[in-house]
């Protein structure tokens, strides 16, 4: 079955600093999901790429879908405290998701 | 915006209860919900699919006759641990969809369910 894999596990990051979380699936999908989950809570859908190449922002955050329609990343700048959480990509196929791992990011102020 | 109601929150019981969680989609019909499951500091895991009006999908691993889901509405679904023990504590989170299933999938506030 269709695996997405997603590195770094965890993200210790600077405050005002810029990092970026990747994503990879075993199959081609027919879109990729973002979502942010924040401590104790439930996840949050951010972002759908849908297109070979495709580059979408929101305000600090830059999500890419490859060529290949197989892997993804999402870049965030200028880290806030606001940041925190965790961030999973979901790969589409067929009807379901299947969730990366998730990056679990921290901030230090 | 999609809002999707998961009730209750939080479960406390003993060991061999059967716990039903609800899962409502407030200002959309949904047409497939999804239930997962999640461990501490770890990714959701699918268990299972439900289309209105029809059988649940169950994912490889997951006890059908554990976990019964009903999809009655589109509106509603539940999911039933039943004779719930310590191993099935867990936090437990629906998502629903519609009309497309290519669509981003709007989740419950999860249910965090401890048996003792």
């Known amino acids: 079955g269709q695996q997405v894999m997603q590195i770094p596990q965890y993200q210790h990051v600077q405050e005002g600093e810029d990092f970026t979380t990747y994503c990879n699936s075993s199959?081609?999908?027919?879109?990729i999901q973002w979502y942010k989950q924040r401590p104790g809570g439930h996840p949050v859908f951010l972002i759908q790429?849908?297109?070979?190449?495709e580059v979408k922002k929101q305000k600090r955050l830059t999500f890419q879908f490859g060529e290949a329609k197989k892997n993804s990343s999402l870049h965030i700048t200028a880290t806030q405290t606001t940041d925190v959480g965790t961030y999973f990509c979901a790969g589409l196929d067929d009807y379901k998701l299947s969730f990366g791992a998730g990056t679990t990011v921290t901030v230090r102020a | 915006g999609a809002v999707v109601s998961q009730h209750p929150s939080w479960v406390i019981c003993k060991s061999g209860t059967s716990v039903k969680i609800e899962c409502r989609s407030l200002d959309f019909q949904a047409t497939t919900m999804f239930w997962y499951r999640q461990f501490p500091k770890q990714s959701l895991m699918l268990m299972a699919t439900s289309n209105e009006g029809s059988k649940a999908t169950y994912e490889q691993g997951v006890e059908k006759d554990k976990f019964l889901i009903n999809h009655a509405s589109l509106t509603l679904s539940t999911l039933t641990v039943t004779s719930a023990h310590p191993e099935d504590s867990s936090f437990y989170i629906c998502s629903a969809t519609g009309p497309y299933s290519n669509q981003p999938q709007h989740f419950g506030d999860g249910t965090r369910l401890s048996i003792l």
């Open positions: 790429l849908v297109k070979s190449g």
């Open positions: 199959t081609t999908l027919s879109n």
